[in-house]
């Protein structure tokens, strides 16, 4: 994993030996890696989200929803999708299919289970942040002025870049980060909280539906259904290959923007790619091989920043577990 740089405050600068300008040079990268280290772990003001969140989940219990399952005012809302069968991949006949797309086979989810409403936001990721004392390790990759995606020691889920609130998806987030907060989840609700499994996850995603997107094969009919790269994006990165048609959002949107798929379940595509369990050497393995050591990791779903081939449901991408980007997030899994 790479590590952030420490605090200026913690390294002996009066010890080090260092003649005229040189020094002077020294003290500064010294300053300015101590302001980065702050930008990286300054705190989020949490006051007004915790007091909508248990006004929210007090109501919740007093109404109810069908399907619908919240531990917790700290936790997401899940949705309890049903047991079935699909065929998992995308066929030889599916127009923007990949060349090294996984061959469609049929797989089953034998049992139903509890998956996030929404991806994990801001606010639920600095509530995990503040209650654990957590600190990543993730150096994240975005934008800053130019259209080339650079990493940057300042980017962080704090700041990524562009504006968020506490309602837009959390980014540049790491597999381990991910799994760091599905740990902190389980123990703050009592629940066993984890990451999807790529089959999971694509059912949940595909609801029912055998075409490349839950809405359809158009990726210009998917505008309401999903923030991915479009005319609103091509107007800001003016050599991006976009959709025709314009979603609002030039980077994340809030959770929850757009409409739902057949499952009831928000930006299953788009808006932020999802880490799943499994591993990236094996896409069928499922959780027990995922459990193991493995440095590449998969996410699902695509994001704003991704080209429509890429929005679709039987799209993967593979990077590194302590990879982080603005365009990273994930949402979880709770068991029975």
């Not at 975005?142 to 300042?154: A, Q, S, V």
């Not at 968020?164 to 540049?172: D, E, F, K």
């Not at 994340?252 to 808006?271: C, E, K």
């Amino acid at each position: 994993m790479t590590h952030c740089t420490s605090p200026a405050k913690d390294i002996p600068v009066k010890r080090l030996a260092l003649p005229g300008s040189l020094g002077a040079v020294a003290v500064l990268i010294l300053l300015l890696a101590g302001l980065t280290a702050w930008r990286r772990t300054e705190p989020v003001d949490l006051t007004g989200w915790r007091a909508e969140r248990l006004a929210a989940f007090q109501v919740w219990q007093a109404e109810g929803a069908a399907r619908e399952i919240w531990d917790h005012p700290d936790a997401p809302v899940l949705v309890t999708v049903p047991a079935g069968s699909f065929l998992q991949g995308s066929p030889e006949t599916e127009a923007e299919r990949f060349p090294g797309e996984a061959i469609q086979r049929p797989a089953t989810i034998r049992h139903p289970f509890a998956l996030g409403k929404y991806t994990v936001t801001r606010g639920e990721y600095a509530r995990f942040v503040e209650d654990s004392g957590y600190r990543s390790q993730t150096i994240c990759r975005g934008y800053t002025g130019e259209t080339e995606l650079l990493p940057r020691w300042h980017f962080s889920w704090r700041r990524p870049g562009f504006d968020q609130t506490n309602a837009h998806p959390a980014v540049c987030v790491s597999w381990y980060d991910a799994k760091a907060y599905v740990d902190w989840l389980s123990r703050r609700t009592g629940h066993a909280y984890r990451l999807p499994t790529e089959a999971e996850w694509e059912y949940a995603a595909r609801a029912g539906t055998a075409t490349a997107r839950w809405w359809g094969e158009d990726p210009a009919a998917g505008c309401g259904a999903a923030n991915g790269a479009d005319l609103t994006a091509k107007d800001r990165f003016t050599d991006w290959e976009v959709a025709a048609c314009r979603d609002g959002a030039l980077f994340t949107a809030p959770v929850g923007s757009y409409r739902p798929n057949g499952f009831g379940l928000y930006d299953m595509l788009g808006n932020v790619w999802q880490w799943v369990e499994d591993c990236a050497a094996d896409a069928s393995a499922g959780s027990e091989e995922a459990g193991r050591n493995c440095p590449r990791r998969t996410m699902r779903g695509g994001s704003w920043h991704s080209h429509p081939r890429y929005v679709r449901s039987a799209v993967r991408r593979v990077d590194g577990a302590e990879s982080g980007y603005a365009a990273y997030g994930f949402r979880v899994v709770r068991e029975p």
